[in-house]
């Protein structure tokens, strides 16, 4: 029995390796980027356990096996504390945190939950600089105004599909703006803040669509590679956060933060997985944080369970250009992930037409 269990597990891991191997837009193909990290652990597990139960024929299940397993960990290595950091961390004094650094808190409310106040608690505690809510609906909206409402500047977009968005600052904001980028009911907010120092950043706060049945990933990896092209095009330092319904080491991804070359300060040094709250064991990274090499980190963690299916995000950065430059190194498009841009484009813009004949 051990030993069928054993090539059951190893032969799923084996399964879905191969699937997610290949360039697909389907969701059915797609939904294996997100738990790379539980499929190379029950691999593991089941590698150890064909090796330790000697039966015939074992040896090539045992190879495809550990091709498998080193596919997985080529994904996921880079968010191990073995990698080296991408953002490193900056030490300041009190007086240039307060004109360079700002806090950011991110959350996906998950728009069924009604426990407002631990939400509330949250806010009020971290005080952050700029907030970003998601999932949220109308009633979200009227049942956090009071507090909202002590913030200098907001953008509400509530809606009730589980796409709404709130985000509200006490930095200084021009042109913000909230945009459908890809898909109509999925709205991303816009614009620029200015440091305590006066500093201006472009920021982009994000929660394209998951992939799911009769849904697959144009509409969402079309929305990430638009908003990357777009910051990247204004030459401002930039931050982007928020739920982006994607895993930071998939393809997706990695092609979002070199297209905007930014830096992910989750790189060598944690996962930082926020989803699903209620699983310890079996989450993984669906809320971002990325900035532009022009920023250093200060701190960054996930939060606590507030009630909804996502942990928050909390993270303080500084924008100090020329420290920063010379901590982090942003990596740069390249000609193939422009390419890959221009294949995201081709097919979202097929989809579309498909989708309009279709009268969807």
């Known amino acids: 029995m051990a030993t069928g269990a054993a090539m059951l597990v190893a032969g799923l891991a ?7 191997a290949f360039p697909s837009n389907q969701w059915w193909i797609r939904v294996w ?6 499929i190379f652990a029950l691999g593991a597990l089941a590698l150890l356990a064909l090796i330790a139960l000697p039966f015939r024929g074992r040896w090539p299940i045992v190879g495809l096996l550990v091709a498998a397993l080193g596919y997985q960990l080529w994904f996921i290595f ?24 700002f806090t950011l808190l991110s959350l996906n409310v ?22 970003l809510l998601m999932e949220t609906d109308r009633t979200w909206q009227r049942e956090l105004d009071p507090l909202l409402s002590g913030f200098g500047q907001r953008f509400d977009a509530p809606l009730p599909n589980k796409y709404g968005m709130i ?14 980028l890809a898909e109509p009911g999925t709205p991303s907010i816009h614009g620029v803040a200015r440091t305590r120092s006066g500093r201006p950043f472009r920021f ?18 079309a929305e990430l590679a638009i908003a990357a092209r777009r910051i990247q095009s204004t030459g401002l330092p930039a931050v982007a956060f928020g739920d982006f319904n994607d895993v930071g080491w998939s393809r997706t991804s990695q092609l979002f933060r070199r297209l905007g070359e930014f830096v992910d300060p989750r790189i060598g040094r944690g996962f930082y997985a926020t989803y699903p709250a209620s699983w310890p064991a079996f989450r993984w ?17 996930t939060g606590e369970p507030v009630g909804s299916d ?37 097919s979202y813009r097929e989809d579309v037409i498909a989708d309009r004949r279709e009268g969807e």
């Open 33 to 38: 980027d997100f738990p790379r990290l539980i």
């Open 167 to 180: 985000f509200a600052t006490n930095l200084p904001v021009a042109g913000g703006r909230i945009e459908n």
């Open 285 to 301: 990274p669906l809320d971002h944080l990325f900035f532009s090499e022009e920023f250093a980190l200060s701190a960054l963690e």
């Open 110 to 131: 998950l728009q069924d939950n009604r426990d407002y106040g631990r939400t509330r608690r949250l806010i009020e505690e971290t005080a952050p600089d700029m907030l």
């Open 78 to 101: 880079p968010y191990t504390r073995f990698a080296p950091v991408e953002a490193e961390r900056i030490a300041l004094t009190e007086a240039e945190r307060r004109d360079h650094c």
């Open 204 to 221: 982009a706060a994000l929660h394209p669509r998951p992939p799911h049945p009769g849904q697959d990933t144009e509409e969402r990896d």
């Open 14 to 20: 084996i399964l879905v390796s191969l699937l997610g």
């Open 310 to 346: 996502h942990l928050p995000v909390h993270a303080e950065i500084c924008l100090v250009p020329g420290t920063g430059e010379a901590l982090n190194e942003a990596e740069g498009a390249t000609a193939e992930d422009f390419g890959d841009y221009a294949d995201i484009m081709d």
